[in-house]
């Protein structure tokens, strides 16, 4: 089919233990656990972090920006390789 057209392709990703961090917002402190990874229509990678409460509860569901840190680069990189794996043996 010729006329689909597909705006962008989205993943969740948990973030291991280790690579995990902290940010506030409206003055309550999140730990970062999931990324959403979207491919954009030109080929780039989108990023936004979400996460828990840390005084527990279940919080609004907020994005955060995701640190430009190495290990987070690469997570973001191989989970898109790894969705990309999958997608291309879909059923």
Known sequence: MDDVEVSALAINVTIPEPLR???TRR???FELQTL???LLPDGSLAAKAYGRPV???RGGYVSFAVPERPELVALVSAAADEAGRRWSNHT
């Open 21 to 23: 961090w902290r940010d």
């Open 36 to 38: 959403n990874v979207r």
């Open 27 to 29: 003055d309550e402190e």
């Open 55 to 57: 005084a527990g509860g």
